[in-house]
């Protein structure tokens, strides 16, 4: 058990050396685009991508809205990044905003805690396992990567999950805070190099309405071979 607890403890450091090295280099570009204010600003990988799909769709009825989309799929919109090769569901409703250190998120406007968002970190494994047992691996990031020191973590239960070869670890957990408590859901694997995280939830008043809906963008999670 002392190996397991040393492994999952190195890889909460390597999980927030990452996100370090992501905020040191955006203190780097800050002066650049400080000195490049005048410069015309250069669109995001997404924002081009949400461009073109908005230029397709006014030249050509075929190409399906958000709305129709959730609706052949019971009210959730599909997202497909060819590019980190990983795709989930959303609840439709819920709008696309940029936070630092992660590569998309998805949540509802007026409830903050209903989100979905997906990281990705350099990784030297190959199998989700290498870094402990299941409990272990989802208490070590729900309390030392997910949640901020402050707040009191309870796991609420952790499973394997294999799909087209792969293994995922789903977990669910409460993080409690002074006024409110998250009660969360994510799923974790190791593909192309990288750990690939998938954080959703909600505030607990709202889970017996929500954890339908959250369970199904946790089944939905998949990450593919890049080639």
Request: glycine share 4%; proline share 4%.
């Given at each position: 058990?002392?190996?397991?607890?040393s492994s999952s403890t190195k890889f909460a450091q390597a999980t927030r050396s990452s996100a370090a090295v992501r905020s040191s280099r955006s203190?780097?570009?800050?002066?650049?685009?400080?000195?490049?204010?005048?410069?015309?600003?250069?669109?995001?990988?997404?924002?081009?991508?949400?461009?073109?799909?908005?230029?397709?769709?006014?030249?050509?009825?075929?190409?399906?809205?958000?709305?129709?989309?959730?609706?052949?799929?019971?009210?959730?919109?599909?997202?497909?990044?060819?590019?980190d090769a990983y795709q989930f569901l959303y609840p439709f409703g819920w709008q696309e905003v940029s936070v630092d250190g992660l590569d998309v998120?998805?949540?509802?406007?007026?409830?903050?805690?209903?989100?979905?968002?997906?990281?990705?970190?350099?990784?030297?494994?190959?199998?989700?396992?290498?870094?402990?047992?299941?409990?272990?691996?989802?208490?070590?990031?729900?309390?030392?990567?997910?949640?901020?020191?402050?707040?009191?973590?309870?796991?609420?239960?952790?499973?394997?999950?294999?799909?087209?070869?792969?293994?995922?670890?789903?977990?669910?957990?409460?993080?409690?805070?002074?006024?409110?408590?998250?009660?969360?859901?994510?799923?974790?694997?190791?593909?192309?190099g990288k750990l690939y995280t998938l954080e959703t939830g909600s505030n607990e008043r709202r889970w017996s309405k929500m954890q339908d809906k959250?369970?199904?963008?946790?089944?939905?999670?998949?990450?593919?071979?890049?080639?």
């Amino acid at each position: 058990m002392a190996q397991v607890v040393s492994s999952s403890t190195k890889f909460a450091q390597a999980t927030r050396s990452s996100a370090a090295v992501r905020s040191s280099r955006s203190a780097k570009i800050a002066p650049r685009c400080a000195a490049n204010q005048n410069a015309a600003p250069q669109p995001s990988r997404r924002e081009a991508l949400n461009l073109a799909l908005f230029a397709a769709a006014s030249f050509s009825p075929l190409v399906a809205t958000p709305a129709a989309l959730a609706k052949g799929r019971g009210g959730f919109v599909p997202v497909n990044d060819q590019q980190d090769a990983y795709q989930f569901l959303y609840p439709f409703g819920w709008q696309e905003v940029s936070v630092d250190g992660l590569d998309v998120v998805y949540k509802d406007v007026i409830e903050p805690l209903e989100a979905v968002s997906v990281s990705m970190v350099p990784s030297d494994k190959k199998d989700i396992l290498e870094y402990g047992e299941a409990k272990e691996v989802a208490f070590t990031l729900a309390d030392k990567v997910m949640t901020a020191p402050t707040q009191e973590v309870t796991l609420v239960n952790a499973a394997e999950r294999m799909q087209d070869g792969r293994r995922y670890i789903d977990f669910e957990f409460l993080a409690k805070s002074k006024g409110y408590t998250k009660h969360a859901l994510a799923s974790v694997t190791i593909a192309n190099g990288k750990l690939y995280t998938l954080e959703t939830g909600s505030n607990e008043r709202r889970w017996s309405k929500m954890q339908d809906k959250v369970k199904q963008v946790v089944k939905s999670f998949v990450v593919s071979d890049r080639y």
